[in-house]
């Protein structure tokens, strides 16, 4: 049932080409420049009359929801909140009947996202679930959604889900920019080419596997590490530290890679490694600088760098390279070499990866 990978957490970040590829499925028309999103068409129209969009979630769901902020700001120009269900079900929320609450959960049962779903809908807000379980608790409470179509997921660490909701944000910023006029058709039909071109370069992160597996046995042994990024590579960032930390048991922390020198920066020695996500973007010199920062307290830097990159590979230990993209689909794929390389030092630490102590796969009490 692992189809030939030792464990379900390999199978499912292998899947990844074909579970994004499912939730894009028959939902993106890169010719016409067109995305139609079946589940929230009823309320295509009230998003040209938003104020804002406020995202509840938990664990690896929040940071996705943090991906989609960056991608739903950028693309639709829709102020956006993202909220930790948790908090944002005990705070007296204010919200109010323009609002869009877009609960995010691969399971659709977290009991403290249910919980937010109730409150913002008892306050007269609009309910969107992005879920992967289909027919489960979330879908029923929410008005609309979006099915991510990942499916099922077995490993506790979420991997394949992640990526399927971040891919069904990025559909929703561009679906939401199209309906507020907000992005125009030759942008949108150059980038929705490009998303329906991610599948196949995930598949192609996955040649670095070999590589990311022998930086693995070089850091297997840290007490800590960390994970730093900025931009929407910042939520990445979160998601890579996460993934090691309950697979591992390694503490990683992620941070926005400016905010390294308010705190963390303290922490570096060459007993810590530091992961990067310099990929060539919008902040690419910025980042560049902080790999240099580090560098220069002795830090060891793993970097996840955009193909052909020669600048970070003379400064850092180890890079590992993703297919060039726009800045839009980058955590699509630099979660990718994150994933793997959790993996791989779990593995070699000899943890119970599928099912690591302490966890459950559904949180569903608060
Ligand atoms: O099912 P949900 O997406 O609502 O679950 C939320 C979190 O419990 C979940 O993402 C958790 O953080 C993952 N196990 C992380 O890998």
Same mark, same amino acid.
């Given at each position: 049932e692992k189809g030939g990978y030792d464990h379900f957490m390999l199978k499912e970040i292998y899947e990844q080409p074909r579970?994004?590829?499912? *939730?894009?499925?028959?939902?993106?028309?890169?010719?016409?420049?067109?995305?139609? +999103?079946?589940?929230?068409?009823?309320?295509?129209?009230?998003?040209?009359?938003?104020?804002?969009?406020?995202?509840?979630? *938990?664990?690896?769901?929040?940071?996705?929801?943090?991906? @989609?902020?960056?991608?739903?700001?950028?693309? &639709?120009?829709?102020?956006?909140?993202?909220?930790?269900?948790?908090?944002?079900?005990?705070?007296?929320?204010?919200?109010?009947?323009?609002?869009?609450?877009?609960?995010?959960?691969?399971?659709?049962?977290?009991?403290? #996202?249910?919980? &937010?779903?109730? +409150?913002?809908?008892?306050?007269?807000?609009?309910?969107?679930?992005? *879920?992967?379980?289909?027919?489960?608790?979330?879908?029923?409470?929410?008005?609309?959604?979006?099915?991510?179509? &990942? @499916?099922?997921?077995?490993?506790?660490?979420?991997?394949?889900?992640?990526?399927?909701?971040?891919?069904?944000?990025?559909? +929703?910023?561009?679906?939401? &920019?199209?309906?507020?006029?907000?992005?125009?058709?030759?942008? +949108?039909?150059?980038?929705?080419?490009?998303?329906?071109?991610?599948?196949?370069?995930?598949?192609? #992160?996955?040649?670095?596997?070999?590589?990311?597996?022998?930086?693995?046995?070089e850091y297997k042994d840290a007490s800590n590490c960390l994970f730093l990024g900025r931009g929407s590579s910042f939520p990445v960032a979160l998601e890579g530290a996460l993934k090691l930390k309950e697979i591992s048991y390694i503490h990683a922390e992620g941070y926005p890679a400016a905010e390294m020198k308010h705190g963390p920066i303290a922490l570096i020695d060459a007993d810590m490694p530091v992961v990067f996500i310099a990929t060539q973007n919008s902040s690419y010199e910025k980042v560049i600088s902080n790999i240099q920062e580090v560098k220069a307290r002795g830090g060891r830097v793993i970097a996840i760098v955009t193909e052909g990159d020669t600048i970070v590979r003379d400064m850092a230990e180890h890079t590992i390279e993703i297919p060039e993209v726009s800045e839009a689909f980058v955590p699509l794929l630099a979660t990718i070499p994150l994933q793997l390389l959790s993996y791989h030092i779990a593995v070699l630490r000899g943890c119970n990866v599928d099912q690591p102590r302490n966890l459950a796969k559904s949180v569903t009490v608060e």
């Open positions: 579970s994004v590829g499912d *939730c894009l499925r028959g939902r993106i028309y890169p010719d016409r420049g067109l995305v139609q +999103l079946g589940g929230i068409k009823e309320y295509a129209e009230k998003l040209k009359n938003i104020d804002r969009i406020i995202i509840v979630a *938990c664990g690896t769901s929040w940071h996705a929801g943090l991906v @989609g902020e960056y991608l739903i700001e950028e693309y &639709a120009r829709v102020p956006v909140e993202v909220e930790y269900a948790s908090e944002f079900r005990y705070r007296n929320p204010i919200i109010t009947e323009k609002d869009v609450v877009i609960a995010i959960s691969q399971s659709g049962e977290t009991a403290d #996202t249910m919980a &937010a779903i109730e +409150l913002a809908k008892e306050r007269g807000a609009t309910i969107f679930g992005i *879920c992967n379980v289909v027919g489960a608790s979330i879908p029923r409470l929410s008005h609309a959604g979006v099915y991510t179509h &990942a @499916g099922p997921e077995i490993g506790v660490a979420s991997t394949k889900a992640f990526t399927a909701q971040v891919t069904a944000l990025t559909m +929703l910023a561009f679906y939401t &920019a199209q309906q507020r006029g907000a992005i125009t058709e030759s942008k +949108l039909i150059e980038y929705l080419t490009e998303l329906n071109n991610i599948p196949a370069l995930i598949q192609k #992160t996955f040649a670095a596997n070999d590589h990311i597996k022998t930086i693995s046995e």
